[in-house]
C-alpha cells in the first residue's frame, strides 16, 4: 500500500547538511513514480534492472532526486 505522504525515511535526515535527496525506484512502480514527482522529485538517471530470478522488477531503475 503506497502512502501519500513523504516518506518518512526522506523526513528523517539531519537539517541543512544536504543539498539534494534522492530515491531509486522502478519505472514499472508508476504510482509510486506519480508520488514521487508530486513531491518534486525529477528523473536524473535511469539504466536497466539486471535480470535475476529474485528480482520483482523488469525494466528500468530511475534515479530520482530533488532539491531541499
Do not use: C
Not at 518518512?8 to 537539517?15: D, E, G, N, T, V
Not at 514521487?36 to 520483482?56: M, N, S, V
Amino acid at each position: 500500500v503506497l502512502q501519500r505522504r513523504r516518506p518518512a525515511l526522506l523526513r528523517s535526515r539531519p537539517q541543512g547538511r544536504l543539498a539534494k535527496e534522492g530515491l531509486i525506484a522502478s519505472e514499472k512502480t508508476t504510482e509510486a513514480v506519480r508520488i514521487y514527482r508530486r513531491f518534486g522529485f525529477e528523473e536524473i538517471a535511469r539504466t536497466p534492472i539486471p535480470a535475476h530470478p529474485d528480482l520483482l522488477y523488469d525494466g528500468n531503475w530511475l534515479l530520482m532526486t530533488k532539491e531541499v
